[in-house]
């Protein structure tokens, strides 16, 4: 005969709206924030909802624990499979805090990782892509009335590798689990209560975005903005679901960004400016440059931002900040001969729907562009950016620069 498991609680009869909360590191940066999370997911769920909180490592725990690492590494580099199994360790610290946080508010809950909540992921180590979501057992805890707390950043691989997201990758397994899950929609915290125009700290003039279409965030996500990953936008706009940006901090101000299909004109134009200082310009010149270094480039496995190629010669732009391995990667790059590597710059991006068909938006650009001391190295064009390499010393005035001529004037 089968004993009954004292602590299965029967299963809820009228299934109830779901909605997915992510939490950043600030967001749960100590134990006092980490309690009015607690509140503000115990308020969703006395609302009537069924509530999942996706949460990240507590504060700065992430860059702690990559600092550790290379310190034990030395000279060489840490290998990608043992930083996954190192970091990942921070997100389950805050998610076991939480759910005893919940608990002791007089509310049930249960802490998953990444693994235990169904999130598959490809074979990469340090920067994985999600590619199936199985959330069975956050659906059988939803139906007992728990509510469940989920170690964002992190999943497991086809070959039962833990895998971690690259940074911002709490933000996908948010996405994603609600898209999963068919919740409602998916609420992204932080300590910033939406998306602007630019970073406000850099442009004291940035305009807060009240909706933004999906394409255009996953852009600016792409140029730097720390605003939401890419591949979480990427996820929200395959599966229709949207996302509402706001402050864990400022609630009574109800202001938020509405991430979703826009309307046309409310997308059209120049909507943001941003920066990414964590990349790299690659040159190489000689015969057969394209091909010796886009084949370099897939070797190293490290993200394109923009690639350019003339005659006898090829130039990429790398981002670096998922790249524990760039010195390894230098080293392969030398083999090719006259490589020119530049450290120490920027690339400043504007973006908005149909740039591309606009000639007076690349007019305007260049003519921002021109008040630089120094000449930019690389410019790219998309249908929806317009983006140049500049030194990083000259990011800060460039982004003031195009704000001011593309953003405030519309």
Known sequence: MLLEDPSEKPVQSTPRAIIVQKFGGSSVADVDKLGRVADRIVAARRAGNDVVAVVSAMGKTTDGLLKLAREVAGAAEPPRRELDMLVSTGERVAMSLLSIAIQARGHEAISFTGSQSGIITNDRHFDARIIEVRPHRIEDELARGRIVIVAGYQGMSYRREITTLGRGGSDTTAVALAAALGAIHCEIYSDVDGVYSADPRVVPEARHLGVIDYDVLQEMAHAGAKVLNAHAVEWAKKSGIAIHARSTFEAASGKETVVRRAEADESRGVRAVSADRQVALVGLSGEGAEERLLAWLERAKIPLLAFDAQAGSARLVLSLISTPDWAEAKAGLA?????????????????????????????????????????????ALTPVRLAVVVAADEADLAQRALHTALVESR
């Open 335 to 379: 083999a090719l001969g006259e490589a020119q590597v530049t450290e120490g710059v920027a690339f400043v991006s504007v973006v908005g729907a149909s740039l591309g068909a606009e000639p007076e938006a690349l007019a305007g650009f260049r003519r921002a562009l021109a008040t630089l001391d120094r000449a930019p190295q690389l410019v």
